[in-house]
């Protein structure tokens, strides 16, 4: 297990938060589908403008039938390593506002933020039942849309390689030195009471 105890705080928070990190060194080991599961379950609380609740996910196990179909979508370097995952997890976005009958209403301006907010409610989830998650966008995105028939009104956002933590020594050594919890900036960079900082 990774010690992330050298990532400090300026502020009291739960240590869930810390705990959670983007490894890419997994056991190659497979996921009942139920974890997995739970994992949306928790995207599925998460806010969203009007509960318009835009996200889609689609996904593939390790050792199911769309398995090296979802490899195929990820760009090499990501497919080196995400190759020992138990789930690869799509994450789309509904652009558009719908009416009851799901037809077209307005663009959504917040389609990416609310899917945003349920991917990181996915991630806390995998975090407190002793899984762990890597996002990332290096992704064939055109392919996925062509691949797995996804619509022209949806956004493909990202990928997601989920499963339990592995050896570092099975990644590469260019890798291995970055296997570790980063850092991360402190909150007076990013937050700030008025308007925006002159630059």
């Known amino acids: 297990m990774t010690d ?10 739960d240590d869930l938060f810390t705990r959670r990190w983007s490894p890419r060194a ?11 599961l739970r994992l949306f379950e928790a995207a599925r609380w998460a806010p969203s403008a009007f509960n318009a609740q835009p996200w889609r996910f689609l996904y ?25 995952a138990a789930a690869l997890v799509i994450v789309l976005s509904d652009t558009q506002m719908r009416n009851p009958d799901g037809s077209a209403k307005s663009p959504s301006h917040s389609h990416s933020f609310d899917a945003g907010a349920a ?27 062509t691949e797995l028939g996804v619509p022209e009104d949806f956004r493909v956002e990202a990928a997601i390689a989920v499963g339990r933590l592995g050896d570092p020594a099975t990644l590469p050594e260019s890798m291995r030195e970055r296997e570790k919890p980063s850092d991360r900036k402190p909150v007076a960079e990013f937050a700030f009471a008025g308007g925006f900082p002159p630059r």
Do not use: C, Y
């Not at 995998?126 to 849309?145: E, S």
């Open 4 to 13: 992330t105890r050298s990532r400090v705080t300026h502020h009291a928070i």
């Open 26 to 36: 997994f056991d190659g080991s497979e996921l009942e589908e139920g974890e997995l």
């Open 60 to 84: 593939a196990l390790r050792g199911g039938p769309d398995w090296g179909r979802f490899l195929e979508l990820l760009i090499p370097f990501n497919r080196s390593w995400a190759e020992n």
């Open 119 to 145: 991917w990181g409610m996915l991630a806390l989830q995998a975090t407190l039942g002793g899984l762990h998650t890597h996002g990332m966008t290096g992704v064939d995105f055109d392919k996925v849309r």
